[in-house]
């Protein structure tokens, strides 16, 4: 998801849609933290990123990429 939001970073309006993307892959990110230490209640930070956050950002990519004028000719 960070790979996402930054793939994302010269789209004119895509703000939020980068903050959402990069603030969803940070969660999961640290969430990998549970397993490699043992203490699983990391896990659940996790589960915040991809449970909460990525619905989020998808909606708001959703919205972008509608709003992006097609480059299709036809």
Do not use: E, H
């Given at each position: 998801?960070?790979?996402?939001?930054?793939?994302?970073?010269?789209?004119?309006?895509?703000?939020?849609?980068?903050?959402?993307?990069?603030?969803?892959?940070?969660?999961?990110?640290?969430?990998?933290?549970?397993?490699?230490?043992?203490?699983?209640?990391?896990?659940?930070?996790?589960?915040?990123?991809?449970?909460?956050v990525?619905?989020?950002?998808?909606?708001?990519?959703?919205?972008?990429?509608?709003?992006?004028?097609?480059?299709?000719?036809?």
């Open positions: 998801m960070v790979c996402i939001g930054l793939a994302l970073s010269g789209t004119p309006g895509a703000s939020a849609t980068i903050r959402a993307f990069v603030f969803g892959g940070a969660l999961c990110l640290v969430g990998m933290a549970g397993p490699l230490s043992g203490w699983m209640a990391w896990q659940n930070v996790a589960l915040l990123g991809y449970g909460i990525l619905p989020v950002a998808g909606f708001l990519a959703a919205r972008l990429f509608l709003a992006t004028p097609s480059s299709a000719q036809d």
